[in-house]
T-cell receptor, first 114, second 111 residues
Framework: DSGVTQTPKHLITATGQRVTLRCSPRSGDLSVYWYQQSLDQGLQFLIQ???????AKGNILERFSAQQFPDLHSELNLSSLELGDSALYFCASSVAADISYEQYFGPGTRLTVT | QQPVQSPQAVILREGEDAVINCSSSKALYSVHWYRQKHGEAPVFLMILLKGGEQKGHEKISASFNEKKQQSSLYLTASQLSYSGTYFCGTEVTSGTYKYIFGTGTRLKVLA
């Protein structure tokens, strides 16, 4: 158990809908990272937040957005969902802003868009 | 743009050694290695920073050659628990900060 929690574990929704994925980092960690893992594109970095502020952006679509709240939990919002958005979404946390620190991954949320 | 890992897949017997390579077309600041078992989240193995430092962790070690923009992961005397998919995560030094994962290497250790 990494200490990072993600909810929900599974999510099935229809195209065009909007969903919110939630992540709680390990106690004491200030950075939260979001990743997408799909069969055809592998593991992709989406976005990083550090202590409530956006720190870095990766391959995140404009239909996706994220935020980190004062209690440090983070939410990833996915809107106008397409079939291609079906994937495993992981969040990870680390203690520092710099990516050169160990990251602890949550168990993931499996999103299926039908 | 995605770092290429080689081999794509490898099958070993317990006790055998393996080397997994990660090669980037971009200059790197750091390389991270992860192992992911089927249906589970990636687990961090180690980070290597610019400077060619080699790190070790029990029977798993890694090196980073920043000039060649390559990193290698060395698995010594493999155990059944080493089975999984290995990913390198690369932090590139180009103008915009980016963190890009490699193509992955599937490793299976047989008894």
């Amino acid at each position: 158990d990494s200490g990072v929690t993600q909810t929900p574990k599974h999510l099935i929704t229809a195209t065009g809908q909007r969903v919110t994925l939630r992540c709680s980092p390990r106690s004491g960690d200030l950075s939260v990272y979001w990743y997408q893992q799909s069969l055809d594109q592998g593991l992709q970095f989406l976005i990083q937040y550090y202590n409530g502020e956006e720190r870095a952006k990766g391959n995140i679509l404009e239909r996706f957005s994220a935020q980190q709240f004062p209690d440090l939990h983070s939410e990833l919002n996915l809107s106008s969902l397409e079939l291609g958005d079906s994937a495993l979404y992981f969040c990870a946390s680390s203690v520092a802003a710099d990516i050169s620190y160990e990251q602890y991954f949550g168990p993931g949320t499996r999103l299926t868009v039908t | 743009q995605q770092p290429v890992q080689s081999p794509q897949a490898v099958i070993l017997r317990e006790g055998e050694d393996a080397v997994i390579n990660c090669s980037s077309s971009k200059a790197l600041y750091s390389v991270h290695w992860y192992r992911q078992k089927h249906g589970e989240a990636p687990v961090f193995l180690m980070i290597l920073l610019k400077g060619g430092e080699q790190k070790g962790h029990e029977k798993i070690s890694a090196s980073f050659n920043e000039k060649k923009q390559q990193s290698s992961l060395y698995l010594t005397a493999s155990q059944l628990s080493y089975s999984g998919t290995y990913f390198c995560g690369t932090e590139v030094t180009s103008g915009t900060y980016k963190y890009i994962f490699g193509t992955g290497t599937r490793l299976k250790v047989l008894a």
